[in-house]
Nanobody, 121 residues
Framework: QVQMMESGGGLERAGGSARLSCTSSELNLDYYSVHWFRQVPGQGREEIMCLSYRASRSREGRFTISIDVGDNTVYLQMDNLKPEDTAIYYC???????????????????WGQGTQVTVSL
């Protein structure tokens, strides 16, 4: 599997917003389901949400995931940030194009560096 490149993290205030970016120099992300995970130090990674290759935008509560096909970038918009959102955020794709979110096999994931988001009160 191809390693993705995440960016956009930083120090944010509670109640604010952050937009993270995910891109690849090897894959056309428009063909892939893209997942965002996060990991709090000392804990395992948890999946936040996934954007199916069939969709261009999806929202769940405070989180919105979208794709800019022209820039080959998938974004994770996080609103009303909370201190518990502090984590390293990672994006991954399914191994095969044109497969649904549920088809991700975590054992095949090649994790990137991630991007750190720190939310303070």
């Amino acid at each position: 599997q191809v390693q993705m490149m995440e960016s956009g993290g930083g120090l944010e205030r509670a109640g604010g917003s952050a937009r993270l970016s995910c891109t690849s120099s090897e894959l056309n992300l428009d063909y892939y389901s893209v997942h965002w995970f996060r990991q709090v130090p000392g804990q395992g990674r948890e999946e936040i949400m996934c954007l199916s290759y069939r969709a261009s935008r999806s929202r769940e509560g405070r989180f919105t995931i979208s794709i800019d096909v022209g820039d080959n970038t998938v974004y994770l918009q996080m609103d009303n940030l909370k201190p518990e959102d502090t984590a390293i955020y990672y994006c991954v794709t399914n191994e095969e194009p044109y497969t649904d979110c549920r088809d991700l096999e975590e054992k095949t994931i090649k994790w990137g560096q991630g991007t750190q988001v720190t939310v303070s009160l």
